[in-house]
């Protein structure tokens, strides 16, 4: 044991001098705390009537209480009630979480602990907070249980836990260093197969675990050409599992990737097909574009949209790659052409290509989606569509409608379109039931400037409202009343007017 704590004290010697880095480090700076006591450590077991697992406990004592460590950092015993919502002393408790008995999906938490009221921290007991990895997200260590001495994730918003492939907490602890020695991208570290280039190439001599084997060695820096020639050999595997990860593998690693992975353009499972997109689209576009523009028509709408984002990326798209794809029944499709035809239109459109912009935008305000009837209204905002008295009529029916993604791109297209019904649709809006609307409703008339709006603006002037809803993701709000944006709307029409 000693030998492998000292082991660890010379690894993270080393990370510093290399002025090495990763998610979390700045809270850290790969710095260590002095280590704990022998009566702190026992001081807080007899408190909590609990023995610390071992390889944690000489940890504390020998190598360091607190500091640096996977994510933001190891915490200290002190906060190892961190990820509780309530104060808790249930260390003692045994731990229900174990990784052969957690319940599948998203329902887990409700099938482990049926009619829990606080499911989260019943979930929680015997374990302690090692680090958070962020937002709502946590390292816990069980020391109870079955599942003594290991590591497990968690996330408070209710996300499946998941344990590392470690043994115990030094083993958790040395692969974070064993990584970032190797240079490893290790941005969710310790999620996936562990090992560094000669396990993972021994996986596949094996043949065992190969679909994981082939993920884990995208975390690598490089590959050498044998472990290449194992990857290839695992091209015409009847998984499509472990084919999408090999081609993912030759995409990152292999300078021959594009004309390897092409064939795969026509595999039969939508996986090795996306794969082998990824691996193709690299380098110059006009050896890869037609193999992109194929793509827009695969039956899978994932691999579709990511043909569009390649040749988005590659700024090669053209108004015929999205119009056919704004109607586009495969899922996502429409939305994704849609968004990316409103950002082309937010570029600016040329006089001649207007035309096409509009009369495709108009078509996309019967989409049942109501995203593309959104994304449709964008590109109103930015382009004429003269003569046609319906379209105003519609837009106006957006703008004061029950959707509201629709009411201010509707308003902004009702500007584009006809100035004056676009003035008096937001100035209907500023008399609006949601606080939210008629505060949107005022930025946007002080954006636009006209002082014919200025007694709209006046008349909630004494609206002290503070937009403020609470939904199911979080809650929203904004900093200013309304009677606030309504002010600073005023004064931007009269600078204008003085101007």
Known sequence: MRERLDGIVTRLTAVRERGLSCFGSDAHRFELQPPATEAEVAAFEAARQVRLPEDYRAFLLHVGHGGAGPYYGLMTLAQWDHAR?????????????????????????????PGEEEAMDSALRGTLSLGTQGCSHYSQLVVTGPARGRVVYVDLDGGRPYFPESTGFLDWYERWLDELLAGCKIHWFGIGMPGLEPELAAALRRGERLADALAAMRRLPRVGKDTLELVI??????????????????????????????????????????????????????????????????????????????????????????????????????????????????????????????????????????????????VLAHVDAPG????????????????????????????????????????????????????????????????????????????????????????RSNVYRVCDTARMAIEAIDRRAEA
């Open 233 to 378: 050999a695992r091209l015409d595997h009847p998984d499509a599992r472990v084919r999408q990860q090999a081609l993912q593998v030759l995409g990152q690693f292999d300078d021959d990737a594009g004309a390897r992975a092409r064939p795969f353009l026509r595999d039969p499972e939508p996986g090795p097909r996306r794969a082998a997109l990824d691996a193709v689209c690299k380098g110059d576009v006009a050896r890869w574009a037609a193999d992109a523009r194929a793509m827009l028509d695969d039956a899978d709408g994932s691999n579709a949209s990511a043909a569009l984002r390649a040749l988005d990326d590659a700024k090669v798209m053209a108004l015929a790659d999205l119009v056919p794809r704004l109607a586009d029944p495969r899922a996502g499709v429409a939305v994704d052409a849609g968004c990316r035809f409103a950002v082309m239109a937010g570029r600016g459109v040329l006089p001649a290509e207007a035309p096409a912009f509009a009369a495709a935008a108009t078509a996309m305000l019967e989409h049942t989606e109501p995203r593309v009837a959104m994304y449709g209204l964008q």
């Open 388 to 475: 046609l008295p319906e379209l105003l009529e519609r837009l106006r029916a957006f703008a004061l409608g029950d959707e509201p993604c629709h009411r201010l791109s509707a308003c902004r297209a009702l500007v584009r379109q006809d100035r004056a019904a676009g003035l008096d649709a937001l100035t209907e809006l500023t008399r609006h039931a949601d606080p939210f609307e008629r505060q949107d409703a005022a930025r946007l008339l002080g954006e636009l400037g006209d002082a014919r709006v200025r007694p709209a603006l006046e008349r909630l002037l004494d609206d002290e409202t503070k937009p403020f809803e609470r939904t199911a993701t979080g809650t």
């Open 85 to 113: 919502y309530e104060a808790a002393d249930d260390l003692d408790a045994e731990c229900p979480l174990h990784p052969d008995t957690l319940p599948p999906g998203d329902d887990w938490i409700e099938a482990l602990l």
